[in-house]
């Protein structure tokens, strides 16, 4: 019941996102667009709003069900305390509520993530502001918790979702987001074991963890800004898919 109900709330979300916004992607690397083939986790960076459930307009409906039926999403207690808390309990199959600190929270997570389990994660673990940094004037900085779920991971795929960011459609304070407005994102698939390979010569003293925050540091700083700034109107969009 839990899958079937948060399929169709998922699907609501993708028919109104696409009445009121426009969706623009371009996907990167050799894996076609929508081979989602065995999803294992999706890394969505620059957090930038509680919104972000309208990047669902980039899905199709495969991709809905794998959501609806083995998603694993990890939930801030201060997110689920909010009203809106409801609304993120039926998004996904495996709703957890986290302290975001290394505790049975975190531990609960890791439970859930088995050869079946589709994890979706904002490896920053908080939004960022209008100014460009947290909710407590900090820098916005990739958190290590994924890299506990890539351990855990031994097949299957990655899809990177570089985010434009949703502050032309609602920054974080504001209550009425803007509509038809343009979401841009760049999307990357890849295997698990080619990304883990990738970092195989970066490790630093066997610290995986470290490694992993540098890289999708990097990627974030790479992609995103770009995407910003099309989302603002000071660059045009690249020729992508819709």
């Not at 969505?44 to 307009?57: D, F």
């Not at 920054?171 to 883990?196: A, C, N, S, W």
């Not at 995103?224 to 000071?234: D, H, V």
Request: hydrophobic residues 40%.
């Amino acid at each position: 019941m839990q899958s079937i109900i948060a399929f169709l709330l998922l699907k609501m979300i993708q028919i109104l996102s696409r009445i009121f916004y426009s969706f623009d992607a371009e996907y990167l690397g050799p894996i076609p667009a929508r081979q989602w083939g065995k999803l294992r986790a999706i890394i969505i960076l620059n957090h930038t709003s509680l919104y972000e459930p309208l990047l669902v307009g980039f899905a199709d409906t495969k991709l809905l069900w794998l959501f609806a039926r083995h998603g694993v999403l990890p939930i801030a207690e201060k997110t689920m305390k909010r009203k809106i808390g409801l609304f993120f309990r039926f998004l996904v199959r495996h709703p957890v509520v986290i302290t975001r600190q290394r505790d049975q929270t975190w531990d609960r997570v890791l439970n859930h993530v088995d050869e079946k389990a589709l994890v979706i994660i904002l490896p920053e673990g908080r939004m960022k502001r209008a100014n460009g940094l947290d909710s407590a004037g900090r820098p916005m900085t990739v958190r290590g918790g994924i890299a506990d779920i890539l351990e855990n991971l031994h097949e299957g795929r990655l899809l990177f979702l570089y985010s434009g960011g949703l502050h032309h459609i609602q920054v974080p304070g504001q209550t009425i987001p803007k509509l038809f407005k343009t979401l841009h994102v760049r999307m990357e698939l890849m295997e698990v074991e080619d990304y883990k390979r990738s970092l195989a010569p970066l490790i630093r003293e066997g610290d995986f963890r470290g490694t992993v925050i540098r890289d999708l540091t990097e990627r974030r700083d790479h992609h995103c800004p770009e995407l910003e700034a099309i989302c603002r109107g000071e660059k045009s969009a690249p020729t992508g898919e819709t």
